[in-house]
């Protein structure tokens, strides 16, 4: 079945990208609603936007979502993903700025909200999309894919030239409480030498070590270090956790990724739904648990 947040659950942080002070309200929603933002310092103008793939706009660095009125709302992708990772499938996020709050670089936080308010089961019926044949896109050495497979698991590799992050390659089945268990508290990481030209750029303008993992050469510059041996490629499973679930229904598959960012992430959901016989929507059992049927287990 459907779910939604027992009651509202509220967060206050900065901006990332933006630097800017954010205040976001996640509240209940009806069946069918799906996951919506609303951008409450917006008037004269269309304030929602659908967390759908179709709507993103902007994958510099972090999935950026916008409707025809050009409102915006950037950073979505840790918040997605913990939507995704504890089995929410319909709410309105509330907002007050154009970026959603990089609180410490990970989903934790998020996870840790939605757990402690709950979820409440819908009178609705939850629809999954299961990947029937492989889909597959490349730029470069990156690529991403989609391949028919049981419940949702995501592999994924990176290969960086500074010691401390180096080749990594992590596998991750999304089942019950796997989420915040293995993934959600893995930060947004980057390379010391690329800080001074993402801020040229009015990037990683709220960054801090605080908030993401700051990497230089062999060195983890972070007084606590890592969290774990293998954090960067556990983080970059999370973003592609957060940018699968803009398919608007829980996935049945397999999802690939080497090198791979947002941008190829949203170009191969675009690839799968005008693929054709690629995907088919499924129902999913009415007596399985809330947490596990909106992880898009096995039917």
């Known amino acids: 079945m459907q779910t939604t947040l027992r009651r509202p659950v509220g967060f206050v942080g ?136 049981d419940g949702l698991r995501i592999d994924f590799a990176i290969d960086f030239p500074d010691p401390a992050i180096g080749r990594q390659s992590r596998s991750f089945a999304l089942r019950a409480d796997s989420f915040r268990r293995e993934i959600a508290d893995s930060r947004t990481f980057c390379r010391a030498a690329e800080v001074a030209a993402m801020r040229a750029r009015g990037l990683a303008l709220g960054g801090t070590l605080d908030n993401a993992v700051v990497i230089d050469g062999d060195r983890v510059l972070n007084p606590g270090g890592l969290r774990h041996r293998d954090e960067c490629v556990r983080h970059k499973i999370l973003d592609a956790l957060g940018d699968l679930a803009l398919a608007g229904a829980p996935l049945i598959g397999r999802y690939v990724g080497e090198r791979a960012g947002h941008g190829l992430t949203n170009r191969l959901l675009r ?29």
Do not use: Q, Y
Request: with cysteine.
């Open 14 to 149: 900065t901006g990332l990208h933006s630097g800017r002070p954010a205040r976001l309200t996640l509240r209940p929603a009806g069946p069918e609603h799906g996951i919506w933002f609303k951008r409450t310092d917006v008037t004269g103008r269309d304030p929602l936007i659908p967390a759908l793939w179709d709507a993103v706009c902007d994958t510099t660095l972090n999935t950026c979502i916008g409707n025809a009125d050009g409102v915006r709302v950037a950073t979505i992708e840790h918040l997605m993903a913990a939507l995704a990772g504890l089995g929410v499938t319909n709410a309105l996020i509330e907002i007050d700025g154009p970026e959603v709050p990089i609180m410490d670089g990970s989903a934790r936080r998020f996870a840790e909200g939605i757990a402690r308010v709950g979820l409440r089961t819908l009178d609705a019926p939850l629809r999954a999309l299961r990947i029937l044949r492989p889909v597959e896109v490349t730029d470069g050495d990156a690529r991403a894919a989609l391949l028919p497979g």
């Open 271 to 299: 690839r799968l739904f005008v693929t054709d016989g690629a995907v088919e929507v499924v129902a999913l059992p009415a007596r399985m648990a809330p947490a596990d049927e909106a992880l898009g287990l096995a039917i």
